[in-house]
């Protein structure tokens, strides 16, 4: 059974800093493609990036490009997600998840097998 359990959310300010981590246990964490997804109050859950097993392709959502970096250490199973300059917009539960896909980065939940309980980020303005 794989579980993904997600840490380092909390109340920030706007510019702030927050490193998101996931440990996963279960299946061979190295083999497949990690990605973060957040959800909002009274949104949909929406993509916010994603990383294949090898480390070598990346994507990330508009919105963050340029803040935000995945990163993954497949010795310590072990996903990260580097948050710089939060703004309030980016207030949200953060959810770990993970794919059966290995190369392909994939953007779409419905790509992903399992998924964490989810961190809350809150940016005060």
């Known amino acids: 059974q794989v579980r993904l359990v997600e840490s380092g959310g909390g109340l920030v300010q706007a510019g702030g800093s927050l490193r998101l981590s996931c440990a996963a246990s279960?299946?061979?964490?190295?083999?497949?493609?990690m990605g973060w997804f957040r959800q909002a109050p009274a949104k949909e859950r929406e993509f916010v990036a994603a990383?294949?097993?090898?480390?070598?392709?990346?994507k990330y959502t508009d919105s963050v490009k340029g803040r935000f970096t995945i990163s993954r250490d497949n010795g310590k199973n072990t996903l990260y997600l580097q948050m710089n300059s939060l703004r309030p917009e980016d207030t949200a539960v953060y959810y770990c998840?993970?794919?059966?896909?290995?190369?392909?980065?994939?953007?779409?939940?419905?790509?992903?097998?399992?998924w964490g309980q989810g961190t809350q980020v809150t940016v005060s303005s």
């Open positions: 998840a993970q794919s059966s896909r290995r190369g392909l980065v994939t953007t779409t939940s419905n790509d992903y097998d399992y």
């Open positions: 279960g299946r061979t964490f190295s083999d497949y493609v």
């Open positions: 990383i294949n097993w090898l480390r070598t392709s990346t």
